[in-house]
């Protein structure tokens, strides 16, 4: 989910109430809706072909890539709309309203230029395919330029979303849009030739609508609006042409300060990590490599791992629809009410089953808090242990599998993405049992701080498992399959996103606009998580052709620093990464230079996969600046923000002890795995 700051939509002039689920703008996310509903029925299709009439397709595979490519690009303009493009917002939010608005406003109109110099770059590159005949290796031999015309088309909506939401007044946005478009247009036949500046050629496309964005921005919102655009992209590409003469390390330096003041600015995560990374691919080169950002483009979700993570999320969409939060909670409370703390150790317990549905902290937090938060209050638990706990369980989202998070991580490293999810599962209940234990702990050194419940009788308990024991099902069903090698790990998404449409039926709770709203959450979800990919991958190009993960590595090589220097340098990096950035966007940011590091000190991917899932989601917990805590403060504004501090830090310390567990004992994240055949 769109985690750090979705308070960025407030200063859109699209109404807020057309954002949501009931606005006119939802016909902007039907098309991404259409190709999530698809992904379903092709997946579904193919478990029930294979195993119902022994009769597997040859084309599943390749067409349900080339549908989740499509849902990723043409859910982008929705996922602006409902805000669902992750901005870090924590510096901007200690600005007062009159000055964070024109800096907001100037983070829109630069993403207004990277997006439609990646439009630009991307058409030439689906005309080039369509000329040349260009085909796809696979059984299906597909005309590459079909499936990318999707593409094209959700970057054009996508620049046409951000130049209205950067302009001011409609009839002013209208002449924006229509002047960005044009550019568009007219970069594209300008060709690859381009302006000789300083010795570095900076391409026409660029110009032209960097030109359009800037008169755009002048007729719209002043004169200085214009001016600061011109003046930042002046600098950058100066920096850039600097950097270029200055050596891997001044290089370096260029791209991480720009990265980060671009984030400090409110720009969306993925249009910042690619404008850096676009710019980086024209001025550090010897020649221009315009035609890798329209390849990062393309190839940077083409993949069938990535087609796994819409089906996740349309899975805990459709299953928080059904009411299972509150099923969860209320059955469990039956089950643990007479264990100290009762109420909060069924509340992690929800959580830890709630994460492996949604795959999501934040939802986590925000869903599980609604359901359990206010009762525990309510019956005498003090605020620290009560929202301390809900605080705790979040960062079981990403943790527990299956989890989005980790279905990225796969892909980025090129591991199993099924292994991954096996070798979270140990971890994941170790977090949770420990939690379980430090709530169990607290309450018998503090009794006051959580009582202890009633005593249930059998039946009570019955009828209580009946509420959430479906829910349990769905979620063995789903790891089995994947742990069996039944499916893979798209088709358990959409396995579980099948059965989860059954259990809402069997609730009551479904409907058509259940069905539309959760496709339409999915679609946005999407294409907010996975261009974050794509932005990350051009960033990454340049971090490869600069060698900088090479040359940390033998840094550390010649540093002589211990393994366990090295564990407790990253986490430290991670603990304070996390506090301002989600854990996605921070993964893509470092995975890159982390992961040789950690290599290099004897572990391996799947080791480095479950340690990662640790160490950033604790920084969404840790004070002052977790994500969740503010989560949890909007939720709650009778408890202080110190006691959902101090109640969190203590699931902080259990998370980091079981790091260090698994950092001396590995085989705790490799055995399952290893049985698996």
């Known amino acids: 989910m769109s985690s750090t700051a979705l308070h960025a939509a407030d200063q859109s002039p699209v109404p807020a109430d057309t954002a949501g689920a009931g606005g006119g703008w939802q016909v902007a996310g039907l098309p991404g809706a259409l190709c999530v509903a698809a992904l379903l029925v092709i997946s579904v299709f193919e478990i029930v072909s294979r195993y119902g009439f022994n009769a597997p397709t040859f084309w599943a595979t390749e067409i349900s890539t080339y549908v989740g490519v499509a849902a990723v690009f043409l859910s982008l303009a929705y996922a602006e709309v409902r805000g669902e493009h992750v901005r870090v917002e924590a510096f901007l939010e200690q600005l007062p309203e009159a000055r964070r608005a024109p800096i907001l406003r100037l983070a829109n109109w630069l993403g207004v230029v990277f997006i439609a110099f990646c439009t630009v770059e991307m058409t030439r590159y689906l005309a080039a395919d369509y000329t040349a005949g260009t085909r796809n290796w696979g059984l299906m031999s597909t005309l590459l330029w079909i499936p990318q015309v999707p ?43 381009g302006l000789m500046v300083a010795g570095h050629m900076v391409p026409w496309s660029l110009l032209i609508v960097t030109g359009a964005a800037t008169v755009s921005a002048a007729i719209t919102t002043g004169w200085r609006s214009g001016a600061l655009l011109v003046g930042v992209l002046a600098v950058a590409c100066a920096a850039m042409m600097l950097a270029a003469s200055g050596g891997q390390t001044g290089a370096a330096i260029v791209i991480l300060i720009f990265v980060f003041l671009f984030l400090a600015m409110g720009m969306q995560v993925a249009v910042a990590l690619g404008l850096v990374g676009a710019l980086g691919l024209i001025f550090l080169p ?23 993570v819409p089906m996740f999320v349309l899975m805990g969409s459709l299953l928080m629809r059904a009411g299972i ?8 409370v039956v089950w643990m009410g007479r264990i100290p703390g009762g109420l909060a150790q069924a509340t992690l317990t929800a959580s830890g089953l709630f994460a492996a549905l949604s795959g999501s902290s934040i939802a986590t937090a925000a869903t599980i808090g609604k359901a359990a938060g206010q009762e525990m209050l309510d019956r005498g638990y003090k ?9 705790g369980g979040g960062t079981l989202g990403i943790l527990i599998p299956p989890s989005v998070p980790m279905i990225i991580f796969a892909a980025m490293v090129g591991v199993s993405v099924t292994k991954l999810f096996v070798a979270g599962i140990i971890p994941g209940l170790l977090v ?10 607290w309450c018998l050194l503090k009794p006051e701080a959580g009582h202890t419940g009633r005593a249930y009788s059998l039946a009570e308990k019955a009828r209580a498992f009946v509420q959430f024991g479906p829910f349990l099902g769905l979620i063995v069903i789903v790891i089995a399959s994947l742990y069996f090698g039944i499916v893979t790990a798209t088709e358990a998404g959409a396995l579980g996103a099948a059965l989860a449409l059954i259990l809402a039926g069997f609730s009551g709770k479904l409907s058509l606009d259940m069905i539309r709203g959760a496709l339409l959450e999915t679609a946005a979800l999407t294409g907010g998580i996975l261009f974050i990919v794509i932005g990350a991958g051009m960033l990454s190009w340049l971090v490869d052709y600069l060698r900088i993960a090479t040359m940390l590595v033998e840094a550390v090589e010649g540093s002589g620093l211990s393994i366990v220097s090295i564990l407790l340098m990253l986490m430290v990096v991670y603990l304070i990464l996390g506090m301002f950035i989600d854990p996605i966007s921070m993964m893509l940011m470092t995975v890159t230079i982390t992961y040789p ?11 480095f996969g479950i340690a990662l899932m640790m ?29 959902i501090s101090l109640g969190s830090l203590v699931f902080v310390g259990v998370i980091l002890a079981n790091v260090i567990l698994i950092a001396v004992f590995p085989q705790i994240v490799g055995w399952l795995p290893s049985l698996m055949r």
């Open 286 to 308: 010897p020649i221009p490599q315009t035609v890798v950002v329209a390849e990062r483009v393309w190839n940077g979700v083409n993949s069938f791992t990535y087609t796994a």
């Open 432 to 441: 949770l049992v420990s939690m379980m234990a430090a709530v169990w702990i």
């Open 383 to 391: 605020p620290s242990l009560a929202l301390g706990s809900i605080a």
């Open 615 to 643: 160490m950033i989601e604790v920084g969404l917990i840790t004070p002052p600046v977790g994500i969740i805590l503010f989560v949890l403060r909007g939720l709650f504004p009778q408890a202080s923000f110190r006691e």
């Open 597 to 607: 590091i950690v290599v290099h000190a004897g572990y391996d991917a799947l080791w």
């Open 151 to 193: 593409v094209v088309l959700g970057l054009a909506g996508f620049t046409a979303i951000l130049t209205w939401r950067a302009s001011d007044g409609a009839g002013r946005q209208a002449a924006a849009a229509l002047i960005v478009t044009g550019a568009v247009v007219a970069g594209y036949y300008a060709g690859r030739t």
């Open 325 to 332: 939060s509150r099923s969860l909670f209320d059955g469990l």
